[in-house]
């Protein structure tokens, strides 16, 4: 795979999954634009990847009209997007019974709100050169639900179902949209998670702690992509399994789902 003198921009690039996309797509010769809000550690990241010609454009996407706003804005200066990876995230474990109003929003501003702002900056400019993927990471929450991602899970189904649509629609533009569905990827993502009054909750859980290494998911990512595939799911055991059970035992996937709990 050789992606020399191509553009990845990839937001959530300061940890976890989207950080490692970064890593590897750099190291097979792309050019990436990282995007988070911790700008010292995308400027540690960039320091450190191969090559020189990457850029850091600090994005808050739970602010979505400012982000729409600051990216067109930005565009003219930015090399042509040949990738965009709709990675940056927050995830929740709190239910909802106990969970504050605003842990709903929060999550959808982020997750929903924040992804199509930038998608819909910057798949003009792919539509205009009729090339491109758009990806979105969606997780395998947005496929089946569980105890303590009402919000989380919402979210995650909300981008699957605009990603379909959105490659319906740019079919006609030579647009690859492609959704990825991750299981427990080995991150920060529990630490980050939304507790019931909306603040990260800070500790670990034993689900990710024991999840697919994160540089084996990233590479099965860069596959799909490369291979230009719609949606893929990328997991390991149960966490991976999960869409397929409930496809073929809804019931019986969800009186499993009413005992476990992942937090
Ligand atoms: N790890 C898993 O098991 C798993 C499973 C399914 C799906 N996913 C999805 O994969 C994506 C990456 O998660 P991860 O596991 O790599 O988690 P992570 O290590 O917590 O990284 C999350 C990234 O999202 C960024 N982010 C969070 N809030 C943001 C905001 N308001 N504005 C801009 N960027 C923001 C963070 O950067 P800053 O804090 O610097 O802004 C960070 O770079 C997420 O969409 C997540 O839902 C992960």
């Not at 991150?187 to 290494?213: C, F, R, V, W, Y």
């Amino acid at each position: 795979m050789d992606y020399k003198n191509k553009t990845v921009w990839i937001t959530g690039a300061s940890s976890g999954i989207g950080k490692e996309l970064a890593i590897q797509f750099a190291a097979l010769g792309a050019n990436v634009i990282l995007s988070a809000r911790s700008v010292d550690k995308l400027n540690e990241l960039k320091q450190s990847l191969h090559g020189d010609g990457h850029l850091i454009v600090p994005l808050d996407l739970s602010a979505p009209e400012a982000v729409l706003a600051q990216v067109t804005d930005l565009l003219d200066t930015l090399p042509a997007i040949d990738i965009l990876i709709n990675n940056g995230g927050v995830s929740q474990r709190s239910l909802f019974l106990e969970n504050e109003f605003n842990v709903y929003r929060q999550l959808m501003e982020v997750n929903y709100f924040g992804l199509i702002a930038l998608t819909k900056a910057v798949a003009p400019t792919m539509v205009e050169r009729r090339r491109g993927s758009i990806v979105s990471i969606s997780s395998v929450a947005g496929k089946v639900g569980s105890k303590f991602r009402t919000g989380y899970s919402g979210s995650k189904y909300a981008v699957v179902g605009f990603m379909d649509c959105l490659r319906a629609e740019l079919a006609e533009h030579n647009i690859h949209c492609l959704t990825i569905c991750p299981g427990s990827i080995k991150t920060a993502i529990a630490h980050n998670s939304l507790n019931e009054q909306g603040i990260a909750q800070n500790k670990p859980e034993h689900s990710i702690e024991n999840g697919m290494d994160v540089s084996v998911a990233a590479k099965k990512m860069i596959h799909a992509i490369h291979n230009k595939k719609d949606e893929v799911i990328v997991g390991k055991g149960l966490s991976g399994l999960a869409p397929t059970i409930k496809r073929f035992f809804p019931r019986l996937f969800n009186r499993l789902t009413a005992k476990t709990n992942y937090r």
